[in-house]
């Protein structure tokens, strides 16, 4: 028989699970109020709903804050408050990691600050989210390959996609893993493009197996195909440089001028094909009045343009004009612009006409003046200062300006290989020497 103090504590009990529920209630409701109030009165995110807060919706929660994290990242970077938008775009990232409009546009801002490889990784790390996704695929191989890094590229492919390309994307991929290994094996290269058939099929291609079979010595072949594909497709100033080039070296001069004024009369504001033509005019008939009016035009059309005077500058310098590329550099000089690229250009001019002397004084002095310049300027300076040491039998300081470049590549693997094989090709083995002790260092530290 249950006794009146057992009722009385299970009436207890009963009173205290009710209030106990109440609390938790009152709890539960003050919590998503606090919450929705936080996010969307003091966060100012719009996004976010009462229902996502009330249902715990922690994804679309995270999605709500990253677009408000991006939206905040890309007025920073209109206003050019580049810290601030770095954090932005870094928490909008880690918010949510599959947005992939959003990442892309952090990797954009990344590269337009200097971050490549900032951008590289996170590029890599949505690819790896989500691997068939076109519009990752594409800007990091695009970025791997523009930057030399073949060989990453070429294990990037293996460890996502591994041996066969398969899916909606295989022609793509098979094209990417063809340039990769165009740049380390031009044989090896020409084997992949006789394993993957369809990539002879896609007009989009054309450019990539072009380019293999003159690396292959199918000049004339590699010619057409080029021809063909710009007569179908819209292709870029950079195909029409290319195409000209080509048709240059083949003997085709006449050709050639074809091509680069039909660039100028397709990119008729584009800086790089009106000194395309300059430089197919210059081809055609070096002495000829033609060059000089081009020359003056372009510089009458486009010399206030930021990078018209440094591109005219490196044509100069590849070509061996002396007097053009000392007045361009006397003019920077005395109006204290930057000399990076106009002293490195004077000096290849020098270079190309045997005079090492003047030239390794220009470097010289563009050393002597460089107190924080960047590091791709540095590693292009050290480059010339071995080439000229060299040329002029001065092998301790082609092993010490070596040594120095191997030190700026130190943390650069692909870099220090592009390096050594540039040297081995024109035949400094002093510096291939230095390179390759410091190449061995690394891989070693890297393996531990």
């Not at 009165?41 to 994804?59: E, G, S, Y």
């Not at 996609?161 to 398969?166: I, P, V």
């Amino acid at each position: 028989m249950k006794t009146p103090s057992h009722f009385g504590s299970r009436g207890i009990l009963r009173k205290l699970a009710i209030y106990g529920f109440v609390a938790l209630v009152a709890c539960y409701i003050l919590s998503v109020a606090s919450g929705y109030c936080w996010l969307r009165f003091v966060r100012k995110n719009d996004q976010i709903a009462l229902t996502d807060v009330a249902f715990f919706r922690m994804v679309r929660i995270r999605r709500g804050i990253a677009v408000q994290h991006f939206s905040n990242a890309q007025s920073e970077w209109d206003a050019k408050n580049f810290q601030s938008a770095y954090l932005f775009f870094t928490a909008g990232v880690r918010q949510d990691p599959d947005n992939i409009s959003g990442r892309l546009t952090a990797a954009r801002f990344l590269r337009s600050v200097g971050g490549g490889n900032l951008a590289l990784i996170m590029l890599e790390e949505g690819l790896t989210r989500a691997p068939e996704e076109r519009r990752l695929i594409e800007p990091t191989f695009d970025l791997l390959l523009s930057s030399g890094r073949d060989r990453l590229a070429l294990e990037l492919l293996k460890r996502i996609y591994g041996t066969d390309h398969s899916g909606q994307n295989s022609v793509l991929l098979q094209r990417y893993e063809v340039e990769a290994t165009l740049a380390e094996d031009p044989a090896a290269a020409r084997k992949l493009l006789e394993k993957y058939p369809a990539l002879l099929q896609d007009p989009l291609a054309a450019r990539t197996a072009a380019r293999v079979l003159w690396e292959t010595r199918e000049r004339l072949k590699a010619i057409d195909i080029l021809q063909q594909y710009l007569k179908t497709q819209p292709g870029t100033s950079a195909d029409y440089v290319l195409l000209a080039g080509w048709q240059e070296t083949a003997g085709q001069v006449t050709d050639a001028v074809q091509t680069a004024r039909r660039s100028t009369e397709k990119f008729p504001s584009e800086i790089s094909a009106q000194v395309l033509l300059i430089e197919m005019l210059s081809a055609e008939n070096p002495a000829g009045p033609a060059v000089p009016r081009a020359i003056a035009e372009f510089l009458r059309s486009f010399g206030n343009r930021p990078g018209a005077v440094p591109e005219l500058a490196v044509l100069a310098g590849r070509k061996g004009w002396v007097d053009l590329s000392r007045s361009l550099y006397g003019v920077a000089a005395n109006s204290l612009r930057d000399l990076s690229v106009l002293g490195l250009s004077y000096c290849d001019a020098l270079v190309r006409v045997a005079r090492f002397a003047d030239a390794r004084g220009i470097l010289t002095e563009l050393d002597a003046q460089t107190t924080d310049g960047s590091t791709a300027f540095m590693i292009q300076l050290r480059q010339r200062q071995v080439i000229v040491c060299a040329a002029q039998g001065d092998s301790d300081n082609v092993r010490e300006y070596a040594r120095r470049l191997a030190a700026m590549l130190s943390q650069d693997h692909d870099g220090l290989d592009a390096c050594r094989r540039l040297f081995r090709k024109i035949g400094i083995p002093d510096a291939v020497a230095e390179l390759s002790s410091r190449s061995l260092t690394t891989a070693a530290l890297a393996k531990k």
